[in-house]
């Protein structure tokens, strides 16, 4: 079984997915007792659907198959670190093993995926997480991963 390694997200490694944000780059605003960090203008540019999603997984973990979506994906880290996996915008069938990255997504940040990249559901680091997604797109597909399926894992274990 091949096994890769969740890197933290940066703008420079998930360019070719998407769009990716840390919150806390932004100025705050803020009042007593609170603070607030928010993107300048719109992240998503079409009407989309809302969720929150809970995954009591975490890493190490098997992934053996993806989805992609034909609109864009907005995912937005919770309170506890988290893994996304995500491969190449392929107009293929289903996602190549040899094409699959995972990154660790802090809270405050967020990544706008682009139509056609596939992913997964996020993953604990270090135990269960909480995230909200947006979905634009009005057909999805989930395709086994060619080639087998990975272990994912941290790069210090």
């Not at 079409?46 to 009591?56: F, Y």
């Not at 094409?99 to 993953?123: H, K, M, T």
């Not at 057909?139 to 060619?146: A, G, L, R, V």
Request: net charge negative.
């Amino acid at each position: 079984m091949k096994e890769i390694y969740a890197v933290d997200a940066r703008k420079e490694a998930c360019g070719r997915y998407g769009t990716f944000i840390k919150l806390t780059d932004y100025e705050a605003f803020s009042g007593t007792g609170w603070e607030c960090w928010m993107t300048e203008g719109i992240c998503i540019d079409q009407s989309a659907g809302i969720g929150i999603c809970h995954c009591d997984s975490v890493q190490p973990f098997i992934l053996d198959k993806m989805k992609k979506s034909d609109g864009q994906k907005l995912i937005i880290c919770g309170t506890q670190r988290m893994i996304l996996t995500v491969a190449g915008r392929e107009d293929s069938l289903s996602p190549g093993i040899d094409s699959i990255e995972a990154f660790i997504l802090n809270p405050g940040e967020i990544i706008l995926l682009q139509p056609g990249v596939w992913y997964d559901i996020c993953r604990g680091v270090t135990g269960p997480v909480d995230y909200f997604e947006l979905l634009s797109g009005r057909n999805e597909i989930c395709s086994q991963i060619e080639g087998g399926s990975l272990r994912i894992v941290l790069k210090n274990e």
